[in-house]
């Protein structure tokens, strides 16, 4: 008698989340019900109209805004460009000077460098080893061109929690509106955009259990932005296309439903991370927690494994899924730009895995998790020797 | 005995449209399949990449092109933002020159806006009182830095064909790129990116009962465009966001379909708008067709009823959801810049009703809907007199 498959474990929440089920059920009678145009004045188009309207109200409360203070976007990357194309003018980018760190998204590094490449100034914070912007540095960098500082509030790789209170402290003395991209926090920790003082903040649905090709942006009020999408008037102004009342509901219900859970789901994740955090370095010799112990998104272990290739690792355990921080190609080694920027050496930074934990995951899964990894790192290690 | 409320007839198909229950049959079981993140390579991952990639085959297949020519969005306005912006460097935007036509959706005509605010010289052709441009004066506004010409392939209120045939042959002897707002013509009559010889191309998923949210745009091989949101390399590099592959598989569908049905649905379509038109003419005195006869779409009839407002025809026929094509404040009208455009009179565009058929109509409806319009047009007539 052979085995049954052993069934796949999915640590990769960081990546992207299924969609909750019952943000899912929420969507579902709306694609029938609320499938007007929001912007008409019949029946179908009001009954839209107020599913958008319903949603941006839920996004606002897990914020800590105001309703007329979210837009809504197709994601993450379309709300952090939006913000960084938006403070800019373009045709005298080089009256401007923006400020971000060296391990923000790619979403916000490469619209950071396009308007560098306008001309505009460009400051890109370092990070200590732990991953972490000093507040500090952006006092420095401030200059009297500057016009944002955008510094995310908890990196994708590490978890590392930024000091984004600070930061806007800091700015808002002298001025200068402050950005996070808040796209792996919101869901996983609370995030309140009074407390933290940002001006603008981007949220990306498919991180928090909502459907890709939906996200939002907090814009305070007061504070403008010349829109990425020009076009008719939807969103204030601000982005404009027809709007997805059953995308704004879906993300809508992912934020209700964080709220809802938040005290319960950081609990539970936590008690997860940390117990597979204790059986890898308890199996794995050398191992090393890259990013900061403490300050840290209660779900995330970002490991290295030195001397042994990620890829490598998870090769041998396809029935996990999880991510590297390293890519590998014949001799050389690529790191990601996060561990890079933290001084990761190579032959370290090689062997990173990052394990994401989520609301499906269980404690057996971790478990398991673990000890497919110790066992498959023993014979990688076995096969050098 | 008191009636039974009539069920309401929905004729406002350029506005948007329902959801296709084929195309929400294919997504359905795809929010839990192929939830994955297409970047990664895990199988989650892998399904994802399927299914998007599945899409992208079927979207192609309509429009006559390669796959990898497509790139998915969040819909028109992005689409065609992404043209608009992507072939202008904002940073010496004098040295280009963009020509569009005075018709052209918003999503078309401000960022063609914004472009000249940022100091590119900026073209907008006039279209005559049937609202066509002409191909000649595509040729005379050629200069030697014109980077674009983008003329829509149908316009939304008359659903007249615009020459984009011609428009790019001309362009083309001068090497100009032409896009084409197509978001109005998709699935309503065939369009095919070689015969018609554009470079890049907009597609509305919700214009053709696929999902809001999602779009499409045709980029001819050997084009580039800077992208409008930078990040990750997603989408060949030329828009960044993690995909949805069940918005994707939503728009595919959508395609597959208006492929499948296109010729039985133009001949249903337009029996239904042909016999709309017959009977409004014969009961509403002085009823004006605004655009051509002929060279149409054919599901869109926007007739005006000199002297009466519009809004308030619609306004007296709850029932029946449709458009107009102005909008009247106390005493002044403002018509829509496409009346405006094609020089009609005040006094004939405030009557301005625009009716598309679509799909899910019947004759029976059309026919009902023409006796409330006279009905009602009879009683404002009366009130007046």
């Known amino acids: 008698m052979s085995k049954p498959a052993p069934s796949p474990i999915y640590l990769d929440h960081n990546g992207t989340t299924p969609v909750d089920p019952a943000v899912l059920a929420a969507m579902q009678p709306l694609f029938e019900e609320a499938w007007g145009n929001p912007s008409s004045p019949s029946a179908p188009g009001l009954r839209a109209r107020e599913a958008l309207e319903a949603g941006r109200g839920r996004v606002a409360r897990l914020l800590g805004c105001e309703p007329s203070e979210i837009v809504f976007t197709s994601g993450g990357s379309e709300s952090n460009n939006t913000v960084l194309k938006g403070v800019v003018n373009p045709a005298e980018a080089s009256r401007y000077h923006v400020i971000t760190s060296s391990i923000e998204h790619p979403a916000v590094l490469n619209p950071a460098l396009y308007l560098a490449e306008l001309g505009a100034g460009l400051t890109v914070l370092p990070v200590d080893g732990q991953g972490l912007v000093d507040p500090g540095a952006v006092r420095e960098a401030i200059e009297p061109r500057t016009v944002l500082v955008s510094v995310m509030l908890a990196n994708n790789e590490t978890g590392a929690l930024q000091p984004v209170r600070e930061i806007s402290r800091i700015a808002r003395e002298r001025g200068v509106p402050v950005h996070t ?61 027809t709007e997805s009342a059953v995308l704004a509901a879906g993300l809508g219900e992912a934020c209700r439903i964080a709220a809802e859970r938040m005290d319960r789901d950081m609990k539970a ?10 059986l890898l370095f308890e199996s794995v010799d050398g191992l090393v927690l890259n990013g900061p112990q403490e300050g ?14 990620g890829g490598r690792i998870l090769e041998g355990v396809p029935t996990l899924y999880a991510s590297t921080g390293a890519a590998c190609h014949d001799r050389s080694v690529t790191l990601s730009h996060v561990l890079s920027a933290m001084g990761v050496p190579p032959e370290v930074g090689m062997g990173a895995l990052r394990l994401t934990v989520g609301r499906s995951n269980s404690m057996g899964q971790v478990e398991e998790a673990a000890r497919m990894i110790a066992d498959r790192v023993r014979e990688l290690r076995k096969e050098e020797r």
Chains 1, 2 share one sequence.
Do not use: C, W
């Open 269 to 278: 994740v936590r008690a997860m991370r940390d117990r597979l955090q204790e």
């Open 181 to 241: 991209d808040a796209a792996q926090a919101v869901g996983k920790i609370p995030v309140d955009v009074g407390g933290l003082g940002v001006d603008f903040l981007s949220v990306a649905g498919h991180k928090l259990y909502a459907p890709k090709g939906v996200g939002a942006l907090f814009v305070r009020k007061g504070r403008s932005l010349t829109p990425l999408i020009h076009g008719a008037a939807q969103e204030r102004g601000l982005r404009a296309g």
């Open 296 to 309: 840290r998104l209660p779900n995330t272990l970002f490991v290295s494994v030195p001397g042994v290739e």
